[in-house]
């Protein structure tokens, strides 16, 4: 079976029914303990490339972190070697997990 008679399979001449894992520059860290600041995530994960942004999410009434943030890099290598070296590691004395961040679509109840 050739290329071109699979994607006519799919319905899709432009797609191949089939898709590659597609990487994205931007990364979530979970599992991070709640004393963890802005600067020290960036510098976690600023061995492994040029980080342009780091945020923790913070407790609405309380403002400390809840123990989850998101990295985002310049390039999508530089994502990935962070998502390789640091998934499962131990950082102040917690286990953490690091997966590629989903894309959000904006919600019509958000309030900011």
Do not use: C, H
Not at 34 to 58: C, H, N, P, W
Request: glycine share 6%; hydrophobic share 40%.
């Amino acid at each position: 079976m050739t290329i071109v008679s699979m994607m006519k399979m799919s319905g899709n001449l432009l797609k191949p029914w089939f898709s590659a894992r597609r990487f994205s520059s931007e990364i979530f860290v979970s599992r991070l303990s709640s004393y963890t600041t802005d600067e020290e995530l960036i510098q976690m994960f600023s061995r492994f490339g040029v980080v342009t942004q780091a945020r923790l999410i913070k407790d609405r009434k309380t403002q400390r972190p809840k123990g989850f943030g998101f990295v985002k890099f310049e390039s999508d290598i530089d994502a990935e070697k962070a998502l390789k070296a640091m998934n499962g590691r131990i950082v102040r004395g917690r286990l953490i997990f690091v997966e590629m961040a989903k894309p959000t679509s904006p919600r019509e109840d958000a309030t900011y």
